[in-house]
């Protein structure tokens, strides 16, 4: 589950982590009351879970409740790559002498919790780890030792933090570092992170990402839920019960299991397309579920082709094959279909498949190639 900037704030609060005092409103009435309380000069941001906030105008700088009703009037509704503006957080600016980055997730591949630190904050990460990747401190840390302050002095000395801001970034660091373990947190990111004229180090934005199958320890969580927002694509597949999250391409995919669908994700970015979604209809592809998936995906108007992937695995490729013609047969889809199907008697559901082979629905002998012909479908 993706926090709200305002809630990732609430959350670091309760461990220390110093942050920007604030509120977040709804209306614009009480966006002005809010700034009044919170001390001028304010900064409107909206509460979207969705990069790129400042670029599409939703990040304002106000000095007087005449600039925040401005403001708050033009970001509340405002439509950021698929995401509405509901709420903003009305905080008060903080004077800013340097910007830095800090985070904690889970490697995955190397099975250790990862720490980075960069001097270079408030910029996009990733480029940042692209153009410069030696900007960017890394340590791998062992989930049972935990995060030790030689290892927090480490990292920010070795990400060439300002001497003066080192002392405040370490034990913000280690309250992070408890925030990420004792939360259940896959994703703590504090971008940035910065040093105020002062000498003062607090975290000017945050961002987390919770751990949904810790939920179970977390009945605290429920206050986190009740103002989760979904667009009408996340709503549909909330209630079929698909894993889905909505992006901003057009190419739809579908894919049975997390790990093949994020494959397929990056296959479509390297052959030059740009994904729609990400939806996983898990270890099986029976006809009910593949019908679900085709109808989320068909709400979606930005979708001109979809690239079905599909694994089978202890699920028969026979049987996955005539789910996804039943599916076809209730689901008048608009978009082609390309359609990739691997594993398990993979040969014999290819078959099943090219019997229904159309102008509107292809099948792909690899992924690379599924990727390529739906990448070149959805430019058309």
Same mark, same amino acid.
């Given at each position: 589950?993706?926090?709200?900037?305002?809630?990732?704030?609430?959350? %670091?609060?309760?461990?220390?982590?110093?942050?920007? #005092?604030?509120?977040?409103?709804?209306?614009?009435?009480?966006?002005?009351? #809010?700034?009044?309380?919170?001390?001028?000069?304010?900064?409107?941001? &909206?509460?979207?879970?969705?990069?790129?906030?400042?670029?599409?105008?939703?990040?304002? @700088?106000?000095?007087?409740?005449?600039?925040?009703?401005?403001? !708050?009037?033009?970001?509340?509704?405002?439509?950021?790559?698929?995401?509405?503006?509901?709420?903003?957080?009305?905080?008060?600016?903080?004077?800013?002498?340097?910007?830095?980055? #800090?985070?904690?997730?889970?490697?995955?591949?190397?099975?250790?919790?990862?720490?980075?630190?960069?001097?270079?904050?408030?910029?996009?990460?990733?480029?940042?780890?692209?153009?410069?990747?030696?900007?960017?401190?890394?340590?791998?840390?062992?989930?049972?030792?935990?995060?030790?302050? &030689?290892?927090?002095?480490?990292?920010?000395?070795?990400? +060439?933090?300002?001497?003066?801001?080192?002392?405040?970034?370490?034990?913000? @660091? *280690?309250?992070?570092?408890?925030?990420?373990?004792?939360?259940?947190?896959?994703?703590?990111?504090? /971008? =940035? @992170?910065?040093?105020?004229?002062?000498?003062?180090?607090?975290?000017?934005?945050?961002?987390?990402?919770?751990?949904?199958?810790?939920?179970?320890?977390? =009945?605290?969580?429920?206050? %986190?839920? &009740?103002?989760?927002?979904?667009?009408?694509?996340?709503?549909? !597949?909330?209630?079929?019960?698909?894993?889905?999250?909505?992006?901003?391409?057009?190419?739809?995919?579908? #894919?049975?299991?997390?790990? @093949?669908?994020?494959?397929?994700?990056?296959?479509?970015?390297?052959?030059? +397309?740009?994904?729609? /979604?990400?939806?996983?209809?898990?270890?099986?592809?029976?006809?009910?579920?593949?019908?679900?998936?085709?109808?989320?995906?068909?709400?979606?108007?930005?979708?001109?082709?979809? *690239?079905?992937?599909?694994?089978?695995?202890?699920?028969?490729?026979?049987?996955?094959?005539?789910?996804?013609?039943?599916?076809?047969?209730?689901?008048?889809?608009?978009?082609?279909?390309?359609?990739?199907?691997?594993?398990?008697? &993979?040969?014999?559901?290819?078959?099943?498949?090219?019997?229904?082979?159309?102008?509107?629905?292809?099948?792909?002998?690899?992924?690379?190639?599924?990727?390529?012909?739906?990448?070149?479908?959805?430019?058309?």
């Amino acid at each position: 589950m993706d926090l709200f900037e305002y809630q990732g704030k609430q959350y %670091f609060g309760r461990y220390g982590i110093p942050v920007s #005092a604030g509120e977040p409103v709804t209306t614009v009435d009480d966006a002005v009351a #809010a700034a009044g309380r919170v001390g001028y000069p304010v900064v409107v941001k &909206a509460q979207v879970q969705v990069g790129g906030r400042g670029k599409a105008g939703g990040i304002k @700088l106000a000095a007087d409740a005449d600039e925040v009703r401005l403001h !708050a009037g033009n970001i509340l509704g405002m439509d950021i790559k698929g995401h509405v503006v509901r709420r903003v957080w009305i905080e008060h600016a903080s004077d800013i002498d340097k910007e830095y980055y #800090a985070s904690f997730t889970l490697d995955r591949g190397r099975k250790l919790h990862l720490g980075m630190v960069s001097a270079r904050g408030g910029v996009d990460i990733e480029q940042v780890a692209a153009e410069d990747p030696s900007a960017i401190a890394k340590l791998h840390i062992d989930p049972v030792d935990g995060l030790t302050r &030689a290892d927090a002095e480490w990292l920010v000395t070795e990400a +060439g933090l300002d001497a003066e801001a080192r002392s405040g970034a370490v034990e913000v @660091l *280690l309250s992070l570092w408890r925030c990420f373990v004792e939360g259940d947190c896959d994703l703590v990111e504090i /971008n =940035p @992170l910065i040093l105020t004229p002062d000498g003062r180090v607090h975290a000017l934005d945050a961002k987390v990402t919770l751990d949904d199958n810790a939920e179970f320890r977390h =009945p605290e969580w429920e206050e %986190f839920k &009740a103002v989760v927002e979904r667009d009408h694509r996340e709503q549909l !597949a909330h209630e079929k019960g698909l894993q889905y999250i909505g992006l901003d391409g057009t190419v739809g995919i579908i #894919a049975n299991g997390a790990g @093949l669908a994020m494959s397929t994700l990056d296959v479509v970015t390297q052959v030059g +397309g740009k994904a729609a /979604n990400f939806l996983d209809i898990g270890g099986g592809a029976s006809a009910d579920v593949m019908a679900g998936a085709l109808e989320v995906i068909n709400t979606d108007e930005k979708v001109r082709s979809i *690239l079905i992937n599909i694994f089978g695995g202890i699920t028969r490729g026979t049987e996955v094959a005539n789910g996804i013609v039943e599916a076809f047969s209730r689901v008048d889809v608009r978009a082609p279909i390309v359609i990739r199907l691997d594993g398990t008697l &993979a040969d014999e559901g290819q078959k099943i498949l090219a019997a229904h082979r159309t102008e509107k629905l292809i099948v792909a002998p690899t992924m690379l190639d599924a990727a390529r012909i739906a990448v070149d479908l959805a430019s058309k």
